[in-house]
């Protein structure tokens, strides 16, 4: 499974930006995705998580309210709504995916099979 983010850039504090990303080498429905983000000197974070079916959803508290994740199954795309975007937003975001669970929201990322490259998120003014 290869998975390819993109929709990174740079903002300012309040802006909004849409990542996406997508699937290949495998039924995108067979797989339960998730975000994450890496800011400079700091873990890997779970940011938020979509079942198989996109029925059912996780967002790590710090984003609730300004982030959505969707998914597209015939599209084998998620993306990532990120509104009202803070300074303490900014890092490499990653795509993660995982074919054994039909919804995980586990915050380790030795968890989930397969990662994309990561794309860079930046809020500055």
């Known amino acids: 499974v290869q998975l390819l983010e993109s929709g990174g850039g740079l903002v300012q504090p309040g802006d909004s930006l849409r990542l996406s990303c997508v699937a290949s080498?495998?039924?995108?429905?067979?797989?339960?995705m998730a975000w994450f983000r890496q800011a400079p000197g700091k873990e890997r974070e779970l940011v938020t998580a979509i079942s198989k079916s996109g029925s059912n959803t996780y967002y790590t508290d710090s984003v609730k309210g300004r982030f959505t994740i969707s998914r597209d199954n015939a599209k084998n795309t998620v993306n990532l709504q990120m509104n009202s975007l803070k300074p303490e937003d900014p890092a490499v975001y990653y795509c993660?995916?995982?074919?054994?669970?039909?919804?995980?929201?586990?915050?380790?990322?030795?968890?989930?099979?397969?990662w994309g490259q990561g794309t860079q998120v930046t809020v500055s003014s």
């Open positions: 993660a995916a995982d074919s054994r669970s039909s919804y995980i929201r586990s915050r380790y990322p030795s968890s989930y099979e397969y």
């Open positions: 080498g495998r039924t995108f429905s067979s797989l339960a």
